[in-house]
C-alpha cells in the first residue's frame, strides 16, 4: 500500500538529524511566540522566512510548520493566565479559560488546552493523509479555468466567511491582487508598475511584504497595549492533575472541535480561528446547560483547542495538494517552497514523496514533542509572560531589518518594510485586514496566469467556467457566498438602523 | 454626529488608489482581447473592482457614527525611523553604529520613561545581533564605517 511505503519513507526522512533540530526549533520557537501577546505566528514566520533559504527545502517545511502549530500551543497560555490571546486563534479559549483560571483551576485549564490541542493534530494528521491522496488525484483532472475557478472561490470564502465588512476584506483581497502584479509580466515580458525601479522588476519581495504587513504594524501596534497586561501567578506541576469529571467532559468536545477543525481547515479561505469559534458555538448549543460557558467549563476550552490545531494541520491539504493556500500562513509556507523551486500542486505527490511523507511524520513527532515538553515546562512559559514588551520589540525591529536585508542583501528592501509597515500600521487602524493582502498578493499571479491560459484556450469565450463541471461548481458556490453575505449585510443594516437612529437622539 | 472617519478614509484612500491603477496601467499597457490578455488587463481591472469597493466602503460611512482609533503617531514615527535609520545606516554606517541607532530610537515609543534601562537594551540587543548574524550566520556586511 502506497500510504504505508509512504510513511515508512516520511519516517526516514523526518527522523533525519538536520530536519528532527529544526523541527524541534520551530515548535519551541512557535511557542515562546505564541505565549508572547504582541506577535503572532503571522509576524513569526515572517521573521523565520529567511532562515530557510539556507537550509534544505524539507527542513524548513517542518520548521515553520513547527511555528505554525506550537503557537496554536503557545495562544493558550496567555488567553487563559491573561485573558490576552496571544493569537487570533486563541481569542476563544479566553471565554472560558480566564474563568477557570480565575477560580483557581488554571493548571486543568492548561492541561485541558495542550491535551486537546494534541488529540485535534493526530484527527488533523489523519485527515490530512486521506484527504490529500483523494484531492490529488481529483486535482490532476483540473485544466486551468478550474484552478482559477477555485482560486477565486477561495479568496472570496476568506473575505466574507465570518467577516462583518465584506466590502472592505475583499478590497483587501483586491489591493493584495494589484501588487501582486507589480513586476514583469510573465507573458509579455513587460515590467509593470515598477516605475523604473530596478529592485522591483522581480516583483515586491514576499519578505518584506509580510514582515512589514505583520512584523511592523504589529509591533507599533502593540507596544502601548501589550504592556498593560497583568502579571500572572506561577502554576505548580501538581495543579495540572485533571479531574475524572473534567476527563469525562472533555472527550467528545475534542473529537467534535477536531472533526469540525480538519473540515474547515481544509476548505479554502476558512481556517483555523474561524474553526474554533465555530466548535465553541456548537459545544454550547449541545451542552446540557448552556449557562456554564461563560462561567469556566472545560468543554469551552477543549473544543476550540482541538479545532484550531486540527485545522492547522488540515491547512496544508489544499496548499500542498493544489497549490492553493486556504490561509495567509499557508500563503507564507507556498512562497518559502515557491523560493525554493518547489511548486506545490497534484504533482507534489509524486514528485517530492519524501517531502510531503517527511512533513506528515513531523507533525505527529513536533505535536508530541509538544506534550512531553509543555506539559512539564509550563512554569517557564508562565515566567515568559513577566517579560515586558518593551524589552523585546526593539530587538524584533532590529531582527526585522536584518531577516530583510539576508535575503538578497539589499537595502531597498529595508526601506520598503518601513513604508510597507506604515501603511499597514495606518490599515490595521482602520479595522482592514492585513492577513487578506497578503492573500491576494501571492495568489495574484496564479490566478492571472490561469485565467490568461483559460481564455485562450476557449478562445476567449468566458462560458468555459460554465461549461466545466469543476469549475461551474466553483462559480456557483462563489456567487452564493457574495449572494448570502450581501443578505446578511442588508439584514445587519436593516436591523442597525433603528438602534443608530436611537443612538443619535441620545448622543 | 462623529461620523465613521476610518472608513471614510480607508475608502476613499482605496478607491482613489483604484482608480489611479486602473487608468495609469490603460495608459501604459496593452490591455489586449478576452482572448489574447494584454498584460495590462489584469491590473485595469482590478483597479476598476478596488475604485468600485472604495466607493461602497466610503459612501455609508458618511451616514454612519463611528469611534476613533487612538491613533499612536509617535510610536509609528519612531519605529520607522528606526527601520529608516537602519536601512540607510547599514552600507555606510556599519552593523553595529546602525543596530544601536535603530535599537536606541525604536526604545524612545516604549511608555516606561529613564535612560538606563534603553542603554542597557541598546547594548543587549547590538551584542546579540552582531554574535547571532555576523559570528553565528557569517552575514557579509561591514562592522563600522567604511575604511
Not at chain 1, 513531523?362 to 512531553?372: D, E, K, P, R, Y
Not at chain 1, 500600521?425 to 490568461?452: H, K, Q, S
Request: hydrophobic share 55%.
Amino acid at each position: 500500500m502506497a500510504g504505508w511505503d509512504g510513511l515508512i519513507s516520511g519516517f526516514a526522512v523526518a527522523l533525519d538529524p538536520s530536519v528532527l533540530i529544526y523541527c524541534v526549533l520551530g515548535v519551541v520557537l512557535g511557542t515562546v511566540i505564541g505565549v508572547l501577546p504582541g506577535i503572532g505566528a503571522m509576524a513569526a514566520i515572517s521573521l523565520l522566512l529567511p532562515i530557510t533559504f539556507y537550509i534544505s527545502p524539507e527542513a524548513a517545511l517542518v520548521m515553520l510548520g513547527g511555528v505554525y502549530y506550537g503557537a496554536q500551543y503557545g495562544g493558550a497560555v496567555a488567553s487563559i493566565l491573561l485573558r490576552l490571546p496571544g493569537t487570533p486563534q486563541s481569542a476563544v479559549t479566553t471565554l472560558d479559560g480566564y474563568p477557570m483560571a480565575q477560580q483557581g483551576r488554571a493548571g486543568v485549564a492548561l492541561f485541558a488546552s495542550m491535551v486537546a490541542s494534541f488529540a485535534g493534530s493526530l484527527i488533523g494528521i489523519v485527515a490530512l493523509v486521506w484527504l490529500s491522496g483523494w484531492l490529488a488525484g481529483a486535482a490532476t483532472k483540473f485544466g486551468a479555468a478550474d484552478y482559477a475557478a477555485m482560486m477565486v472561490l477561495g479568496l472570496v470564502a476568506a473575505s466574507t466567511i465570518g467577516s462583518k465588512r465584506p466590502a472592505k476584506a475583499f478590497a483587501m483581497v483586491i489591493l493584495g491582487l494589484i501588487l501582486g502584479c507589480v513586476g514583469t509580466d510573465v507573458n509579455s515580458g513587460v515590467a509593470r508598475l515598477t516605475f523604473g525601479r530596478a529592485e522591483l522588476f522581480d516583483g515586491i519581495n514576499l519578505v518584506a511584504l509580510a514582515m512589514g504587513l505583520f512584523g511592523v504594524a504589529e509591533v507599533i501596534g502593540n507596544i502601548r497595549t501589550a504592556e498593560r497586561n497583568g502579571v500572572p501567578e506561577r502554576v505548580r506541576l501538581r495543579q495540572l492533575i485533571p479531574t475524572r469529571q473534567d476527563l469525562r467532559r472533555m472527550r467528545l468536545p475534542v473529537l467534535r472541535g477536531g472533526a469540525l477543525g480538519c473540515f474547515f481547515g481544509a476548505l479554502p479561505g476558512t481556517g483555523s480561528t474561524i474553526s474554533s469559534f465555530l466548535s465553541y458555538a456548537a459545544e454550547r448549543r449541545v451542552a446540557r446547560d448552556p449557562s456554564r460557558f461563560g462561567q469556566g467549563a472545560i468543554e469551552g476550552v477543549a473544543g476550540p483547542e482541538a479545532a484550531n490545531n486540527a485545522a492547522a494541520i488540515t491547512a496544508f491539504v489544499p496548499t500542498l495538494t493544489l497549490g492553493i493556500p486556504g490561509d495567509p500562513i499557508m500563503a507564507l509556507m507556498l512562497g518559502a517552497l515557491v523560493i525554493h523551486g518547489i511548486q506545490p500542486g497534484p504533482m507534489m505527490l509524486e514528485a517530492h514523496p519524501g517531502m510531503f511523507w517527511g512533513l506528515v511524520v513531523s507533525f505527529g513527532i513536533g505535536n508530541l514533542l509538544l506534550l512531553i515538553l509543555n506539559l512539564p515546562l509550563i512554569g517557564i512559559w508562565v515566567s515568559l509572560l513577566r517579560i515586558p514588551f518593551r524589552w523585546l520589540y526593539p530587538a524584533i525591529i532590529v531582527f526585522v531589518c536584518l531577516g530583510v536585508y539576508s535575503v538578497r542583501g539589499s537595502t531597498f528592501d529595508i526601506a520598503a518594510v518601513a513604508v510597507i509597515g506604515a501603511a499597514g500600521y495606518l490599515l490595521a487602524l482602520a479595522r482592514f485586514n492585513p492577513a487578506l493582502l497578503l492573500l491576494g498578493f501571492v495568489l495574484g499571479p496564479l490566478i492571472e496566469t490561469n485565467l490568461r491560459r483559460a481564455m485562450l484556450i476557449s478562445r476567449g469565450d468566458p462560458m468555459v467556467f460554465l461549461e466545466r463541471p469543476i469549475s461551474a461548481v466553483f462559480v456557483v458556490a462563489t456567487v452564493l457566498l457574495i449572494l448570502t453575505s450581501l443578505l446578511g449585510v442588508w439584514r445587519r443594516a436593516r436591523s442597525a438602523a433603528p438602534a443608530a437612529e436611537a443612538s443619535d437622539r441620545t448622543g | 454626529m462623529q461620523r465613521d472617519y476610518h472608513d471614510l478614509w480607508g475608502g476613499a484612500v482605496l478607491a482613489a488608489t483604484g482608480a489611479a491603477v486602473a487608468l495609469y496601467c490603460l495608459g501604459n499597457y496593452d490591455f489586449g482581447s478576452l482572448r489574447q490578455m494584454g498584460p495590462g488587463f489584469f491590473p485595469v481591472v482590478l483597479g476598476v473592482i478596488l475604485t468600485l469597493l472604495g466607493v461602497l466602503i466610503a459612501l455609508p460611512a458618511w451616514f454612519r457614527a463611528g469611534k476613533a482609533a487612538p491613533f499612536a503617531a509617535l510610536d509609528a514615527l519612531a519605529v520607522l525611523a528606526a527601520i529608516a535609520v537602519f536601512a540607510f545606516g547599514l552600507g555606510r554606517l556599519g552593523l553595529i553604529l546602525s543596530t544601536a541607532g535603530a535599537t536606541l530610537i525604536a526604545s524612545l515609543a516604549a511608555p516606561r520613561p529613564g535612560w538606563l534601562w534603553r542603554v542597557v537594551l541598546t547594548v543587549v540587543v547590538t551584542a546579540l545581533t552582531w554574535l547571532i548574524f555576523k559570528q553565528g550566520l557569517q552575514m557579509t556586511v561591514p562592522l563600522w564605517p567604511g575604511i
